[in-house]
């Protein structure tokens, strides 16, 4: 499973954020990027733009996730991930 933010009206204060990332480490994985797994991202949103997309698309990718979770689908359709 991975997924990708949203914006939402209320900013959360420095505390909340604090407790909420701490509980985000406990339920998800980090996917780190190679050099040249960035530049693959990379390239591809030079190609079509999007760099925030691109790399999101990479680390789900490498991830093997069965699901991508997004607010934001019709950027990621603009791009076949394989």
């Given at each position: 499973?991975a997924?990708?933010?949203r914006?939402?009206?209320r900013r ?6 604090v407790l909420f990332l701490?509980?985000?480490?406990e339920r998800?994985?980090?996917?780190a990027?190679?050099g040249?797994?960035y530049?693959?991202a ?6 079509s ?6 790399l999101t ?10 699901i991508?979770y997004?607010w934001?689908?019709?950027?990621f359709?603009?791009w076949e991930l394989?």
């Amino acid at each position: 499973m991975a997924w990708t933010a949203r914006r939402f009206s209320r900013r959360a204060t420095p505390d909340e954020a604090v407790l909420f990332l701490g509980s985000l480490r406990e339920r998800v994985m980090s996917i780190a990027l190679s050099g040249s797994e960035y530049v693959q991202a990379a390239e591809l949103a030079a190609a079509s733009g999007g760099i925030y997309v691109a790399l999101t698309g990479q680390c789900f990718l490498k991830s093997q996730a069965e699901i991508l979770y997004t607010w934001n689908l019709k950027h990621f359709l603009r791009w076949e991930l394989r």
